[in-house]
């Protein structure tokens, strides 16, 4: 049976709705309920997936100081960092965003690591997604630091009251088979630090929509003085510029050495 609902206005009928098409709504209105209620479920998961797929403890390395600092979004991020101790002192570092992605540490070259990924991603990944990825070999004895980029925001090293870009040349992950990447090297003095982070960093926005940007990172990074560590002194500028009630858009994360 239809029953007919009216809405009168002046005298005129302007609306008729029969009651089976409410309940029609009512029904789309509990599967929207119940597909957010399976989403989050998901998201759930997800999150702890990736948390646990993050190392559970930092290296000791004698005259190094690593801090690695994460804080996902709500929703699941595609940030990810690894530290690997590898053979003959030397140790694997890895920052990147992906959904789900890690790149697996070698001894080999970071240029050929990321080939064997970028290989080993493009026959898996699906068409419409990618990975950035910055990964370095530090030499902890000679201070020597090897690195490769795939696209990744670059590291800035900071020296001598200055910071510079560490640039090399590499397509993301898992975009075109038979990619090659350029490698770079530095050797970091005592007192000298690197920033490796994500984009939850820079693409933060204060609540006049003002993002706070890779030149504000970088002065920030200048200016800054040996007596506290580095990543302390960016989350509280960082989270200063945002001021309270922000909804942070993005994971944040940041590994200075």
């Not at 989403?39 to 997936?49: G, P, S």
């Not at 200016?223 to 500028?237: V, Y």
């Amino acid at each position: 049976m239809a029953i007919l609902i009216h809405r009168i206005s002046g005298g005129r009928i302007v609306e008729e709705r029969s009651a089976n098409s409410v309940n029609l709504i009512l029904e789309d209105l509990q599967q929207e309920l119940r597909e957010r209620e399976r989403i989050e479920q998901e998201l759930q998961v997800a999150r702890r997936i990736q948390q646990t797929s993050l190392p559970e403890k930092v290296p000791a390395l004698e005259g190094w100081r690593i801090s690695p600092y994460y804080r996902p979004a709500r929703e699941v991020g595609g940030d990810f960092y690894d530290l690997h101790l590898l053979s003959e002192g030397k140790l694997g570092l890895v920052v990147g965003e992906a959904t789900g992605k890690g790149v697996p540490l070698s001894l080999d070259s970071p240029g050929e690591v990321l080939e064997q990924t970028n290989e080993a991603l493009f026959a898996r990944i699906p068409a419409n997604m990618f990975v950035t990825c910055f990964y370095a070999i530090l030499d902890s004895e000679s201070g020597h630091l090897s690195y490769a980029n795939a696209g990744h925001d670059l590291p800035y090293l900071r020296r001598s009251g200055e910071a510079e870009e560490l640039r090399a040349r590499g397509m993301p992950l898992g975009l075109m088979p038979g990619m090659g990447y350029e490698e770079k090297e530095v050797v970091l003095e005592e007192g000298e630090s690197v920033l490796f982070y994500g984009d939850g960093l820079v693409e933060a926005h204060d609540p006049e929509d003002e993002m706070f940007g890779f030149p504000r990172v970088r002065a920030l990074l200048a200016e800054h003085s040996e007596e506290g560590p580095l990543d302390d002194f960016l989350l509280r500028e960082l989270y200063s510029f945002v001021g309270e009630g922000w909804e942070q858009e993005d994971d944040i994360t940041l590994l200075t050495l």
